[in-house]
């Protein structure tokens, strides 16, 4: 079991950044795939990134590449994500993700946070 809890969201004008944190309990966090997803109103929820369990493995969704970047600091429990040039696009409720897996996929996905609120404004 591992319980996952989301902060770093908030309002932010276009352009701007922001950064989220998922802090994850125990010492087990390296042994877990990471991964962040998000949900916009009247949207399903879609992948935005995922970190292997050494952190030596990033991946990403088309649509936040290049503007992106999540980490992990398994000593801290805690895996980052780093949100440059923000847009109105990106506004959603954004989830921490954990699973056992390899490889980081919504259908296998094991632990949720409970998200958190990031508003871009134009």
């Known amino acids: 079991q591992v319980q996952l809890v989301e902060s770093g969201g908030g309002l932010v004008q276009a352009g701007g950044s922001l950064r989220l944190s998922c802090s994850a309990s125990?010492?087990?966090?390296?042994?877990?795939?990471m991964g962040w997803f998000r949900q916009a109103p009247g949207k399903e929820r879609e992948f935005v990134a995922g970190?292997?369990?050494?952190?030596?493995?990033?991946y990403y969704a088309d649509s936040v590449k290049g503007r992106f970047t999540i980490s992990r600091d398994n000593a801290k429990n805690t895996v980052y994500l780093q949100m440059n040039s923000l847009n109105p696009a990106d506004t959603a409720v954004y989830y921490c993700?954990?699973?056992?897996?390899?490889?980081?996929?919504?259908?296998?996905?094991?632990?949720w946070g409970q998200g958190t609120q990031v508003t871009v404004s134009s």
């Open positions: 970190i292997s369990r050494s952190g030596t493995t990033t």
């Open positions: 125990g010492r087990t966090c390296s042994s877990y795939t």
């Open positions: 993700a954990a699973t056992m897996k390899a490889i980081m996929q919504i259908t296998t996905t094991d632990y």
